[in-house]
């Protein structure tokens, strides 16, 4: 069974400041795709981010970029210039690629606090 | 439109309370999600419906029934719940199940209180 695991529980960033959360994932897969969520108090559940385990660029998306360490089976999000906004609780997930393959299995979090 | 709405947002009910949960999405999207989250936790997948029918139970009590009407409709129905059912309960949809074009979609949650 896959399992994502984010060793970080919380973390903080000053204002502006860059910050940098990590994740590791376990598979047997070649095929697959990695997501960060973010989840601020207001609940909703954002995707900041999208990766393909077939591409070999990380992807990046304004201020928020990926490490991406296929080998290494390691996913982390770089958040640059950070924002208030920034502040909440993000969520590594994979899902299987392929039919069938609806399923994501999320790490347990990390809180983020923006300082300001 | 690009949303998944929710209502209600809250809902307080009793252990004999029947009650329901609505989810609308109005991205053509055909598959469609229901999670719980409890406090500080990631969410946990409850059910799956892809084309309208019913692909995946988590095994899931049957005091939570899921309906899907239409392909924008997914309803939770609650009858006979317990107090640690109380969570937050997502909806997502995704364009479909599997493929490529599998990135969910949340809506806002309902926080569900049971006494």
């Known amino acids: ?116 | 439109d690009t949303e998944v709405t929710q209502t209600p947002k809250h809902l307080v009910m009793g252990m004999t309370n029947k009650k329901s949960l609505k989810c609308e999405q109005h991205m053509g999207h055909r598959a469609m999600y229901w999670y719980k989250q409890k406090a500080k936790k990631p969410p946990e997948l409850m059910f799956v419906y892809s084309y309208e029918k019913l692909s995946i139970n988590e095994s899931v009590p049957s005091r939570f029934s899921p309906e899907c009407p239409n392909s924008s409709l997914l309803n939770l129905h609650l009858h006979a719940l317990q107090p640690e059912d109380s969570a937050l309960y997502l909806c997502a949809s995704s364009q479909d199940a599997s493929g490529t074009n599998n990135e969910q979609f949340f809506g806002p949650g309902t926080r569900l209180t049971v006494l």
């Open chain 1, 1 to 116: 069974a896959q399992t994502v695991t984010q060793s970080q529980p919380e973390m903080s960033v000053q204002e502006a400041e860059t910050v940098t959360l990590s994740c590791t994932y376990d598979t047997s897969e070649s095929d697959y795709y990695l997501f960060w969520y973010k989840q601020p108090p207001s609940r909703q559940m954002i995707l900041v981010i999208r990766q393909e385990a077939y591409k070999q660029q990380n992807a990046t998306e304004n201020r928020f970029s990926v490490n991406f360490q296929k080998a290494a089976k390691s996913f982390s999000l770089k958040i640059s210039d950070s924002q208030l906004g920034d502040a909440a609780m993000y969520f590594c997930a994979y899902r299987e690629f392929g039919a069938g393959s609806y399923q994501l299995t999320f790490g347990k979090g990390t809180k983020l606090s923006v300082i300001p």
